[in-house]
Nanobody, 115 residues
Framework: QVQLVESGVGLVQAGGSLRLPCAASGIIFSISEMGWYRQAPGKERELVARIRDSSTTNYADSVKGRFAISRDNAKNTVYLQMNSLKPEDTAVYYC?????????WGKGTLVTVSS
């Protein structure tokens, strides 16, 4: 079955950096579009970034220029590099893929940015 496992739970100060990996299994990773979403307390889940192939990406306006999504097809892993973190980036971050008409989600990893 499809499994997405995030890691990299972090507490970081504002202005700092963090990299989140997500390991995928049960899919043909190299041809799968992958994404990162986040959900802050009291807010709806929102798109952070998506990657189709290594050169096709899109980002939420709020993270453009600060975050970068990438993938390593040999490791079946997608990464989210987060730089210049702000307190408003505090959220649970979820890995996502859409397969066979269905969304699959990881369990999420908490990122807390202190001011």
């Amino acid at each position: 079955q499809v499994q997405l496992v995030e890691s990299g739970v972090g507490l970081v100060q504002a202005g700092g950096s963090l990299r989140l990996p997500c390991a995928a299994s049960g899919i043909i990773f190299s041809i799968s579009e992958m994404g990162w979403y986040r959900q802050a307390p009291g807010k709806e889940r929102e798109l952070v970034a998506r990657i189709r192939d290594s050169s096709t990406t899109n980002y939420a306006d709020s993270v453009k220029g600060r975050f970068a999504i990438s993938r390593d097809n040999a490791k079946n892993t997608v990464y989210l590099q987060m730089n210049s973190l702000k307190p408003e980036d505090t959220a649970v971050y979820y890995c996502n893929t859409f397969q066979w008409g269905k969304d699959y989600w990881g369990k999420g990893t908490l990122v807390t940015v202190s001011s």
